[in-house]
């Protein structure tokens, strides 16, 4: 029976490692491929799998500009197209995998050393650039080096070579498209006998899914494309939140207020009114600017499912600074439920039909406490952003006055 409860077990695969990484901002990425150095070496080609919209097209891009990549490939080989509509690997691409050699595996590690010991005001000014970028589209961010790069007269050390403007989209969702320089070198046949391969591959669609349901231009306002700010709403019983026109929280039953963090694109609009009005504002404004996704007005919602409830019961509130539950819109987000202590509450969630409704233990147990002051006759609090941090360099060097 623990055999056929293991997904890894039923597939007959062999789960090596587990990582939490950001291609777009370079956490972990020098991690997982030391990691991959050490568990897979050089046996055999590579294949990047998984769901659309997770990021695949971004992290091969990444591994090109990274020692995972032979350094004359980053520059023979066109970087995947990233585009914000799921499923969209435009292109299928490869690219030669470094051998991992003792040398080349004893310079790396002596580059990471010393990566490590640099301070974020000692990087060029160019490098501080590229991270504040980077620092816009997430809170935890990293440098991703390379320990050798390629050119027609030799291979020297090279500096940070971390390209956050191919890997990035602007504030209007855009992708941003680096100009495609002209290559000035190919791999030969020379550079590829015996290789091995790291494989871009198709996403898969995952069933159950609000993004089959929207709009390319729906997706570009629910798939967050920077960090995600989290909005706090204090409710009281007899309340509704709704989380644009594709998601819905009813306050039933519960002895005192509780608090809702909701954790989705900030282009995604909240909405709170009463439970006596939810169904008339769903009806009026769902297709329109108030709630704006989906947007297309009655025309859209006549052809769009309509929301299916779910009865929710959360036993004994842990007290107001710590969540209980989270409960999860597919891939449009997620609202952590934070009552008050040993408080019980009935909710009732909503989804579009067909699409699936997760209550969770809470990823982010504290994240309530992330939000500043309470709005005066407002159920919502003043947001707040976390400062981002350079997880992978040395902190902030102190000034001594004399």
């Known amino acids: 029976e623990e055999e056929n409860s293991n997904p890894s077990a039923r597939s007959r695969t062999v789960l090596r490692d587990v990582r939490l990484i950001s291609a777009k901002t370079g956490f972990g990425v020098e991690e997982l491929i030391s990691a991959l150095r050490r568990s897979w070496r050089y046996r055999g080609?590579?294949?990047?799998?998984?769901?659309?919209?997770?990021?695949?097209?971004?992290?091969?891009?990444?591994?090109?500009?990274?020692?995972?990549?032979?350094a004359k490939g980053a520059e023979a080989i066109d970087k995947a197209t990233i585009s914000p509509w799921p499923g969209t690997?435009?292109?299928?691409?490869?690219f030669p995998i470094c051998n991992p050699t003792p040398y080349r595996m004893f310079k790396r590690q002596k580059r990471l050393k010393k990566d490590a010991a640099v301070a974020e005001e000692d990087l060029s000014q160019q490098e501080q650039n590229q991270l504040n970028l980077l620092k816009k589209h997430g809170y935890v961010v990293g440098r991703v080096g390379r320990t050798f790069s390629y050119s027609e007269?030799?291979?020297?050390?090279?500096?940070?070579?971390?390209?956050?403007?191919?890997?990035?989209?602007?504030?209007?969702?855009?992708p941003v498209v680096a100009d495609k320089p002209t290559k000035r070198v190919q791999l030969t046949p020379k550079d590829v006998k015996d290789a091995h391969w790291f494989h871009?591959?198709?996403?898969?669609?995952?069933?159950?899914?609000?993004?089959?349901?929207?709009?390319?231009?729906?997706?570009?306002?629910?798939?967050?494309?920077?960090?995600?700010?989290?909005?706090?709403?204090?409710l009281k019983p007899g309340m509704v939140l709704f989380l644009g026109a594709i998601g819905r929280i009813d306050f039933l039953q519960g002895s005192q207020s509780a608090w809702f963090t909701v954790v989705a694109s900030n282009f995604l609009p909240v909405h709170v009114t009463s439970l006596d009005k939810a169904d008339t504002?769903?009806?009026?404004?769902?297709?329109?600017?108030?709630?704006?996704?989906?947007?297309?007005?009655?025309?859209?919602?006549?052809?769009?499912?309509?929301?299916?409830?779910?009865?929710?019961?959360?036993?004994?509130?842990?007290?107001?600074?710590?969540?209980?539950?989270?409960?999860?819109?597919?891939?449009?987000?997620?609202?952590?439920?934070?009552?008050?202590?040993?408080?019980?509450?009935?909710?009732?969630?909503?989804?579009?039909?067909?699409?699936?409704?997760?209550?969770?233990?809470?990823?982010?147990?504290?994240?309530?406490?992330?939000?500043?002051?309470?709005?005066?006759?407002?159920?919502?609090?003043?947001?707040?952003?976390?400062p981002s941090l350079v997880y992978n360099l040395q902190k902030k060097k102190k000034q001594i006055n004399i």
């Open 45 to 70: 080609d590579v294949y990047l799998v998984g769901a659309t919209n997770a990021g695949k097209s971004t992290l091969f891009n990444t591994l090109l500009e990274s020692d995972y990549c032979i």
């Open 89 to 94: 690997t435009l292109n299928l691409l490869k």
């Open 153 to 174: 007269e030799q291979k020297d050390e090279a500096a940070f070579e971390f390209d956050a403007d191919s890997l990035a989209f602007d504030m209007g969702n855009e």
């Open 200 to 234: 871009d591959t198709p996403g898969i669609t995952k069933e159950n899914c609000i993004l089959n349901l929207l709009t390319e231009k729906e997706v570009n306002i629910v798939l967050p494309t920077h960090s995600i700010v989290p909005r706090t709403f204090v």
């Open 281 to 386: 504002v769903y009806h009026k404004h769902a297709g329109h600017t108030l709630l704006k996704v989906p947007m297309g007005g009655e025309e859209r919602m006549a052809g769009f499912p309509p929301l299916v409830g779910e009865d929710i019961t959360l036993e004994e509130g842990l007290g107001e600074s710590e969540a209980v539950a989270d409960i999860k819109f597919s891939s449009a987000g997620w609202v952590a439920v934070t009552p008050h202590f040993k408080d019980r509450l009935r909710l009732r969630g909503y989804t579009p039909q067909g699409t699936v409704l997760t209550v969770r233990p809470p990823l982010l147990p504290h994240i309530v406490n992330i939000k500043g002051e309470r709005l005066k006759r407002s159920v919502a609090y003043k947001t707040k952003k976390p």
